[in-house]
């Protein structure tokens, strides 16, 4: 079974704008591991070098269980099991919510997963029937999230979740996501601007700075450095 998947040395450029350089992270399945860090940090660009998105360049490793990702195209890792719920969400507006779940599934999940994935992600239960354009911002993010989880992935990246929603949908999404290690046995890598969000659902948390891994703990560890808070994050508790 796929137990972690391991960033090594991982640097990326758009063209010669450098967006990461030589980080190294982990994610365990049945954790949550944040990541944190002011616009421009490269938290996006991470998520989009895991996957080999075409529109950068870069160099390093990333492994799953020992076999390396970084030759394949991004459908291969995705059958590979490693799933991403980009911030702009990109259902098929056309397409009923239903519809969307369904084109989703892959050999890999089970005959039961969109019972399951309803089960995890209880806001979609009563979108099915409706088209994509016809929902709210954190209507369409709970469909990502849930599409996402059709595909049956032992590594789920979100790339800002929250961005955009009211406080009640961020509450939901957020005790959803809570459940998903243990429920479907795999790993959450987040990036958030939201400190709170992420310091409460995350079980260990890297902080990002101009490309770059400055620091990593446990959220209980970051609350009680406000230096560190302060120096990297420019946020407070709220």
């Known amino acids: ?6 960033v090594t040395s991982l640097s990326a450029s758009y063209g010669l ?20 860090g002011r616009n421009g940090a490269g938290k996006t660009t991470l998520l989009k070098s895991i996957i080999n998105n075409p529109e950068l360049s870069s160099k390093g490793e990333v492994g799953v269980e020992g076999e390396s990702l970084r030759k394949m195209p991004t459908f291969k890792v995705a059958r590979r099991g490693v799933a991403w719920v980009p911030d702009n969400r990109r259902i098929f507006t056309a397409l009923s919510v239903a519809e969307n779940l369904d084109i989703a599934k892959t050999k890999r999940a089970p005959a039961d997963q969109l019972d399951r994935v309803l089960a995890s992600v209880p806001l979609v239960e009563g ?9 709210s911002g ?28 009211s406080p009640l949908i961020v509450e939901q999404l957020q005790q959803s996501i809570s459940q998903l290690p243990a429920l479907f046995d795999l790993g959450v890598l987040v990036t958030e601007q ?16 101009t490309g770059q891994a400055v ?6 560890e970051l609350i009680a450095r406000p230096e560190l808070i302060n120096r990297h994050l420019s946020v407070g508790e709220k």
Not at 127 to 135: A, C, S, Y
């Open 194 to 209: 939201n400190f709170r969000f992420v310091t409460e659902l995350a079980d260990r948390v890297y902080i990002l700075e």
């Open 215 to 220: 620091w990593t703990g446990t959220p209980d």
């Open 1 to 6: 079974m796929t137990d972690e998947l391991v």
């Open 17 to 36: 704008a450098v967006a990461l350089s030589d980080v190294s992270i982990t994610l365990q399945k049945g954790e949550i591991v944040g990541l944190l």
């Open 127 to 135: 979108l099915m029937k409706r088209r994509g354009f016809e929902l």
């Open 138 to 165: 954190g209507e369409q993010q709970a469909v990502t999230i849930a599409r996402a989880l059709m595909s049956a992935p032992d590594f789920l990246l979100l790339d800002e979740p929250t961005e955009g929603l």
